[in-house]
């Protein structure tokens, strides 16, 4: 009776190979070569097709597949056809992605992507956690390299194989935001540059991002606020921040005449989002005081918010949180002193200093 079987076999190099053998008849006729493969996968499609070809009383003529299959690329080749696709996310993301990316391909890069298995995403995953890096940003490698296989057309995915791939244990991180005296300490010790980008971000709530992407066209003087671009929020909707006058004065001091203005130059011109991070994190160590970055000053205000019984609707409209459920539990337990920062105050000292 006509059969067809795969075998595993190995080089003189010490390589696993498939491959793949059939008889025309039974136990008594001799074995016949279908062809040898990197993969099981390719060797049990060569014997599906065998088989079929056995089912149809034909003898498999292996001529008639010598036309060359096209090959997966490296793994390393398909991640930078999964990036320049990615024409559809944020500038941030495409980082994110980027960086995630490499250290994958650090790994798997030079293997082609239909031999990769899921336990060599285990093994990868092993392998990073062993260098030391965070659980958070292994997820992030993990998931970049699952969506690297989908782009490819790999089936099944071997990185969203749930029972073999296990991440490190994340443990959530609390949320501790600055207090008042954190915050009034940093700004008497940041750059004069930085000083009013730092208060905005107290009072706002705002993401560190609208220090770079915020426009002088967005301050409205009359109404003394300014808006939030779509691109700035998480909800990706603008919004209106309302400044205190003593912000408000600060603010319109660093702006020329309205004659002169350019509304696309930036608003807060002479600070940078990345500047402004490095610059709080030098103030903390030099204050000796808890480090906390720019993002915390988030936290800070939505934890006030809270604290004053501000409802959770109208928090996440006024700093542009998406998901309200998670708001509410990641900031009903934070306990913080219920202190303002006095603004009027420290810009005081600041032209004293003067």
């Not at 391909?105 to 060599?120: K, M, N, S, T, Y």
């Not at 002169?260 to 490095?278: I, N, Q, Y």
Request: glycine fraction near 6%; aromatic fraction near 6%.
């Amino acid at each position: 009776m006509p059969s067809v079987w795969v075998e595993k076999t190995s080089t003189a190099s010490g390589q696993t190979r498939w491959r793949v053998r059939y008889r025309l008849g039974g136990r008594g006729t001799q074995p016949l070569y279908a062809g040898q493969f990197k993969t099981k996968r390719e060797a049990n499609e060569r014997a599906a097709w065998v088989s079929g070809e056995l089912a149809a009383m034909r003898v498999p003529n292996l001529k008639l597949l010598s036309v060359e299959r096209p090959k997966w690329p490296t793994f390393a080749a398909a991640g930078e056809r999964f990036r320049a696709s990615r024409l559809d996310v944020a500038e941030g993301t495409k980082v994110q992605q980027r960086t995630s990316l490499s250290r994958a391909i650090g790994v798997l890069g030079a293997r082609r992507v239909d031999e990769i298995v899921p336990q060599d995403i285990a093994d990868m995953v092993a392998q990073l956690h062993s260098e030391g890096l965070k659980p958070s940003y292994i997820r992030k490698i993990v998931q970049a390299t699952a969506m690297v296989f989908d782009h490819a057309g790999v089936k099944p995915n071997p990185a969203r194989d749930k029972a073999i791939v296990k991440l490190p244990r994340e443990e959530p991180e609390e949320v501790n935001p600055p207090t008042v005296d954190h915050v009034m300490t940093v700004f008497r010790l940041l750059p004069q540059r930085h000083r009013l980008a730092l208060l905005w971000l107290d009072w706002s709530g705002a993401r560190v991002s609208s220090i770079d992407l915020t426009l002088v066209g967005d301050y409205d003087e009359r109404q003394r606020r300014v808006r939030l671009r779509a691109r700035t929020t998480k909800t990706r909707r603008a919004l209106w921040i309302e400044l205190p006058d003593v912000l408000a004065d600060a603010l319109e001091a660093t702006l020329p005449p309205r004659e002169d203005r350019d509304p696309h130059e930036r608003l807060f011109a002479s600070s940078g989002a990345d500047a402004l991070r490095t610059s709080i994190a030098k103030a903390c160590i030099a204050a000796g005081i808890p480090l906390f970055s720019p993002h915390d000053l988030r936290h800070r205000r939505i934890s006030l918010l809270h604290l004053r019984g501000v409802p959770w609707a109208r928090i996440g409209e006024m700093v542009g949180q998406r998901n309200l459920a998670v708001t509410a539990n990641t900031y009903s337990h934070v306990m913080l002193d219920e202190a303002e920062v006095d603004y009027g105050r420290l810009l005081r000292e600041r032209l004293v200093a003067r």
